[in-house]
């Protein structure tokens, strides 16, 4: 295994160039199998509880939510579809890394990731990381889903 020094690089050609010809094409696209299989329920999930809970809000409070009321459905919308999705997440990160040090295994197949992950760890491990991810993502989805109803208005008052 390389020293820690020598997996630096000078810039993103330099990874790219090294990756490639130390390890081949395939290399760069380690971890897409739980990336692709986490994509849909997340922005499913998502949106699923963004409407809903908006539904509720005009239902039980205003009939035009507020940007704080956007704000908080986005808010707690991201953190169901965040909690849920998550082990993907967490499978990807592990098989990006694979075989970077010592300390990070070569998995090879997803499959072999999952079992890695709940023998050292059960349950528990495919959620490690996620209560520093809410700080990134919670306020991210809140904000996107105000822009998406801002822009949803323009485009109906100006079509």
Known sequence: MQSDTAKQYKGIGHALSTIVK???FLALYRGINPTVLGIAPY?????MCYETLKAFVK???TQNPTT???LVCGGVAGTVAQTLTFPFDTLRRKMQIQGFSPE???YGTTWNCVKSVWKADGF???YRG???NYLKV?????ISFVVYENIKKYLVRTS
């Open 22 to 24: 130390g390890q081949g």
């Open 59 to 61: 239902q039980h409070f």
């Open 138 to 142: 919670v306020p991210s989805i809140s």
């Open 43 to 47: 922005v499913g999930f998502n949106f």
């Open 124 to 126: 528990h491990g495919f």
């Open 130 to 132: 996620l209560i520093p």
């Open 68 to 70: 704080v009321h956007l």
């Open 104 to 106: 990070h295994p070569v």
